[in-house]
């Protein structure tokens, strides 16, 4: 199984990869440097979470729909390739944006849309793989392993990135960007080598259930539990994630930072969410998930905290600091709530409700990010001053987090287990027929 772990972090990698260049630099390049809406810039970048709806049916497909014997793997291919086909084309788009409006938003469309369109189909199918190879027992260490990988490869990824545009051109971030693509493809492809046993398609699907639209959506909001996970989820994520588009142009209006060191803040960030991940893989089974969930929830709330703090004073040394807390606490937070998510699924039933779980991480990415962005526009509109609107933004995701800090006890995975096994009524009304 360790084999197996490494090869699903390696596809983790691959996909994480594709969000680095998009959500730091690129991102940072549009608002600072083309001097671009920082709303459409982050309706862009959200634009690939508008597919995340799909994820739920994707998940439920591809459980009962394999392709030549293997479930999660074809979709898993399809998604990465997509994946680097949108980073590849992005940098492009975005200077077409600033030389032709019109066309540049056709090409935006297209092309960040593609990458939308493969990191859903990518995500839940090897999350979905994820839960089923490593088993009840072993899902805590696949998820550290993977994670633990992840993050590693979007500190490398940012350092590299960082080297590669100092100092920038766009002929540079163009290059830069076609080597993550190419580097990302390659991992992908080294981890799906072999991963997944083929099986006997006609039986699988003979057994499975076939789930509508209005089954899928059930699932989630007949389930109380699994109401309150989704809804807390979409709080947490918005919060957390949501700041991807708008940390390092803070960065750069805020204390005048290069386009280099803004891109060093993602590696700092990185650097402490993987020191979070160890500590939480020592707390395996010492500390409830919740307790480190709540923990890692709470240090990201400070971290945001110290960052608007560092605006109002213009701190460096602060900022710095609210960046590191966000990351340890990010990493604490992640590794709990993705284990309870693991947990939050029922049997037969994996694909769907991981595919729930990535709507919910999808729609509160899009959700955080045009907000983020709407909200900066405005403030700085009618306060005529930019740093004023990252701010109050930041202020909001840490309100944000603390809904979802108070939402969390209650979680209860032993009722949403009671509610999830319960039969459906098509299935109690074919007992009673029996």
Same mark, same amino acid.
């Given at each position: 199984?360790?084999?197996?772990?490494?090869?699903?972090?390696?596809?983790?990698?691959?996909?994480?990869?594709?969000?680095?260049?998009?959500?730091? =630099?690129?991102?940072?390049?549009?608002?600072?440097?083309?001097?671009?809406?920082?709303?459409?810039?982050?309706?862009?970048?959200?634009?690939?979470?508008?597919?995340?709806?799909?994820?739920?049916?994707?998940?439920?497909?591809?459980?009962?729909?394999?392709?030549?014997?293997?479930?999660?793997?074809?979709?898993?291919?399809?998604?990465?390739?997509?994946?680097?086909?949108?980073?590849?084309?992005?940098?492009?788009?975005?200077?077409?944006?600033?030389?032709?409006?019109?066309?540049?938003?056709?090409?935006?469309?297209?092309?960040?849309?593609?990458?939308?369109?493969?990191? !859903?189909?990518?995500?839940?199918?090897?999350?979905?793989?994820?839960?089923?190879?490593?088993?009840?027992?072993?899902?805590?260490?696949?998820?550290?392993?993977?994670?633990?990988?992840?993050?590693?490869?979007?500190?490398?990824?940012?350092?590299?990135?960082?080297?590669?545009?100092?100092?920038?051109?766009?002929?540079?971030?163009?290059?830069?960007?076609?080597?993550?693509?190419?580097?990302?493809?390659?991992?992908?492809?080294?981890?799906?080598?072999? @991963?997944?046993?083929?099986?006997?398609?006609?039986?699988?699907?003979?057994?499975?259930?076939?789930?509508?639209?209005?089954?899928?959506?059930?699932?989630?909001?007949?389930?109380?539990?699994?109401?309150?996970?989704?809804?807390?989820?979409?709080?947490?994520?918005?919060?957390?994630?949501?700041?991807?588009?708008? @940390?390092?142009?803070?960065?750069?209006?805020?204390?005048?930072? =290069?386009? =280099?060191?803004?891109?060093?803040?993602?590696?700092?960030?990185?650097?402490?969410?993987?020191?979070?991940?160890?500590?939480?893989?020592?707390?395996?089974?010492?500390?409830?998930?919740?307790?480190?969930?709540?923990?890692? !929830?709470?240090?990201?709330?400070?971290?945001?905290?110290?960052?608007?703090?560092?605006?109002?004073?213009?701190?460096?040394?602060?900022?710095?600091?609210?960046?590191?807390?966000?990351?340890?606490?990010?990493?604490?937070?992640?590794?709990?709530?993705?284990?309870?998510?693991?947990?939050?699924?029922?049997?037969?039933?994996?694909? @769907?409700?991981?595919?729930?779980?990535?709507?919910? !991480?999808?729609?509160?990415?899009?959700?955080?990010?045009?907000?983020?962005?709407?909200?900066?526009?405005?403030?700085?509109?009618?306060?005529?001053?930019? @740093?004023?609107?990252?701010?109050?933004?930041?202020?909001?995701?840490?309100?944000?987090?603390?809904?979802?800090?108070?939402?969390?006890?209650?979680?209860?995975?032993?009722?949403?287990?009671?509610?999830?096994?319960?039969?459906?009524?098509?299935?109690?009304?074919?007992?009673?027929?029996?």
């Amino acid at each position: 199984m360790f084999v197996k772990r490494i090869q699903l972090g390696l596809i983790h990698v691959a996909v994480a990869m594709t969000l680095v260049p998009i959500n730091s =630099t690129l991102n940072r390049v549009m608002i600072k440097e083309l001097a671009l809406s920082a709303t459409l810039v982050a309706i862009l970048a959200s634009l690939p979470y508008l597919f995340s709806p799909i994820q739920m049916a994707i998940g439920s497909y591809s459980d009962r729909h394999p392709v030549l014997g293997f479930r999660r793997t074809p979709y898993i291919l399809a998604g990465l390739i997509l994946c680097v086909l949108g980073v590849i084309v992005s940098p492009q788009v975005a200077f077409l944006i600033s030389r032709d409006f019109a066309l540049g938003i056709l090409a935006g469309l297209a092309a960040f849309g593609a990458w939308g369109m493969g990191f !859903n189909l990518a995500s839940v199918s090897y999350l979905s793989l994820a839960a089923e190879l490593s088993g009840e027992g072993g899902r805590g260490k696949t998820i550290a392993t993977m994670w633990f990988m992840m993050i590693v490869s979007i500190i490398a990824t940012a350092i590299a990135l960082s080297l590669m545009v100092d100092p920038y051109t766009p002929e540079r971030l163009i290059r830069s960007f076609e080597i993550v693509a190419f580097a990302a493809l390659v991992f992908g492809l080294l981890g799906l080598f072999k @991963l997944e046993e083929r099986f006997d398609n006609l039986a699988h699907q003979a057994g499975s259930e076939n789930y509508s639209l209005r089954e899928m959506v059930s699932a989630i909001t007949a389930n109380p539990v699994a109401r309150s996970f989704f809804l807390y989820l979409l709080l947490l994520l918005a919060a957390i994630l949501g700041q991807d588009v708008l @940390l390092e142009p803070f960065g750069a209006e805020a204390f005048g930072m =290069t386009v =280099t060191q803004t891109t060093r803040i993602t590696s700092v960030w990185g650097t402490f969410v993987l020191a979070a991940i160890l500590v939480a893989g020592l707390l395996e089974g010492r500390a409830s998930k919740k307790i480190v969930a709540q923990i890692g !929830n709470l240090g990201a709330l400070a971290g945001f905290l110290l960052i608007v703090i560092s605006g109002i004073r213009a701190d460096g040394n602060l900022f710095w600091a609210g960046v590191i807390l966000l990351g340890f606490g990010t990493g604490l937070s992640t590794v709990a709530n993705l284990s309870l998510m693991f947990e939050l699924t029922a049997p037969g039933k994996v694909g @769907l409700y991981i595919g729930a779980w990535g709507f919910s !991480n999808a729609l509160s990415r899009l959700t955080g990010s045009v907000l983020g962005g709407v909200v900066r526009d405005v403030v700085t509109g009618i306060s005529g001053h930019a @740093l004023s609107g990252y701010l109050v933004v930041f202020g909001i995701e840490a309100l944000m987090l603390l809904a979802a800090a108070l939402m969390l006890p209650r979680i209860d995975v032993n009722a949403f287990s009671r509610r999830a096994n319960e039969p459906s009524f098509a299935e109690t009304a074919a007992i009673a027929a029996e």
